[in-house]
């Protein structure tokens, strides 16, 4: 079964800050991952997905995550935080040929403080 | 382009109650998803469509919940009779196809269902 793990419930940071949030997945074949964003009342936007074409994975935003199969990691990265980057992130999982079910972390609640 | 729409919006009932939600997904998507997000976690899949044909169920508690998505289009989920632990948001996704795991699923606002 696969399943990802999200380090940190909350995270808080300044603006103009480094945006670092944690994922680490489990999967006994190479899965396919994805960093979701979530804001108040609404419903879940694609940020980034990683499909075995890159390791250095590019998103909307400025975002980037960076699967590297040795730590079992795919933390989403952003050089410089805005105010708007604000909302609820959640890392998930998919099989490769087994459908394309999503199983999500618990989510990380990212601050942005002045 | 049309994203995927849900409604109602809000609703709240008492536990024992029934409820259904709708569900329209983006125009040419064959698959349909619900997740269920109950506070502070993560969305959980209960069931997906492959056009009208279920593709996975395995965590929908069957005994009260149900889904239908008779002409391959919208679906409707139901809830009979609604528990307390029920209370969640429902969200509906879709994506262009739903069997090689590697498509982007769109997700509609979603249904808070709050049961008391």
């Known amino acids: 079964a696969q399943s990802v793990t999200q380090l940190g419930s909350h995270v808080s940071v300044s603006e103009g800050a480094l945006v670092l949030l944690r994922c680490n997945y489990s999967?006994?074949?190479?899965?396919?991952l994805f960093w979701y964003v979530q804001y108040p009342n609404q419903g879940l936007q694609l940020l980034l997905k990683?499909?075995?074409?890159?390791?250095l994975v590019k998103g909307i935003n400025g975002f980037e995550a960076e699967f590297k199969k040795s730590e079992t990691s795919f933390h989403l990265t952003k050089p410089s935080a805005h105010m708007s980057d604000a909302a609820e992130y959640f890392c998930?999982?998919?099989?490769?040929?087994?459908?394309?079910?999503?199983?999500f972390g618990t989510g990380t609640q990212l601050k942005v403080e002045l | 382009e049309a994203g995927v729409a849900q409604s109602p919006r809000y609703k709240i009932i008492e536990k024992r109650q029934s409820v259904a939600f709708w569900c329209n997904p983006i125009?040419?998507?064959?698959?349909l998803y619900w997740y269920q997000q109950i506070l502070g976690q993560g969305p959980k899949l209960l069931i997906q469509?492959?056009?009208?044909?279920?593709?996975?169920d395995s965590q929908l508690p069957k005994d009260r919940f149900s889904a239908e998505r008779l002409k391959g289009v919208d679906s409707t989920l139901k809830i009979q009779p609604a528990k307390l632990e029920d209370s969640a948001v429902y969200l509906c996704?879709?994506?262009?196809?739903?069997?090689?795991?590697?498509?982007?699923?769109?997700f509609g606002p979603g249904t808070r269902l709050t049961v008391t």
């Open positions: 469509f492959q056009n009208n044909g279920v593709v996975d």
């Open positions: 999967s006994s074949v190479p899965p396919y």
């Open positions: 125009s040419g998507h064959a698959t």
């Open positions: 998930a999982v998919s099989g490769r040929g087994g459908g394309n079910k999503l199983t």
């Open positions: 990683y499909t075995s074409a890159a390791t």
């Open positions: 996704a879709s994506s262009l196809e739903g069997l090689a795991g590697n498509y982007e699923q769109y």
